[in-house]
Structures are given as structure tokens and as C-alpha cells.
């Protein structure tokens, strides 16, 4: 026998994020309420949030602030970002 769903979630989110992660869901094959009860899952199973939460630091923030300005380094291949990575 299956277990009852009654009960109810509700949550204000931007519409735009909405329609984003509908549309992956979608893609996933996966309902709203599939994928929250997933979420709700992975909860229980971690004792917690599945991922990991963190403030970046200073040079991470910087980084993040260059890139959404569109400043930084392009490279025209893996191997030239490995390079001046050096690794």
C-alpha cells in the first residue's frame, strides 16, 4: 500500500526561476511535486541541506564579480587554460 500525500508545501520563488526549473524538470521527466519530494528526501537523508553551503571568500567574490562584468581570461582551448593554470 502507498503511502498517503495530503499534505502540502508552498513557497514564493521568482517566476523566472520558476519557469528555468520547470522546464529542466521537465527535461528529467520529473513532476514539481516528484522533485520536491526528492529534495525532501535528500534532506532526511543527509540530516541537512544536500549541498554544501559557503560565503567565498574575498578573491572567489572578486572572480565572480569579474566574470559577471565580462572581464577575465578567455581561452580558445582546454589545453591553454591548463597551461596558465599550470596543470
Do not use: C, W
Not at 544536500?50 to 582551448?77: C, D, H, W, Y
Amino acid at each position: 500500500m502507498g503511502t498517503s500525500k495530503t499534505a502540502s508545501a508552498r513557497a514564493l520563488i521568482d517566476p523566472k526561476i520558476k519557469k528555468e526549473a520547470e522546464a529542466v524538470l521537465k527535461d528529467l521527466g520529473l513532476s514539481v511535486s516528484k522533485s520536491f519530494e526528492l529534495y525532501y528526501r535528500q534532506i532526511i537523508a543527509h540530516r541537512g541541506l544536500p549541498f554544501e553551503l559557503q560565503v567565498p571568500n574575498e578573491k572567489t567574490m572578486k572572480a565572480i564579480e569579474n566574470s559577471r562584468q565580462g572581464k577575465g581570461k578567455a581561452f580558445s582551448s582546454t589545453k591553454d587554460l591548463f597551461d596558465d593554470l599550470e596543470i
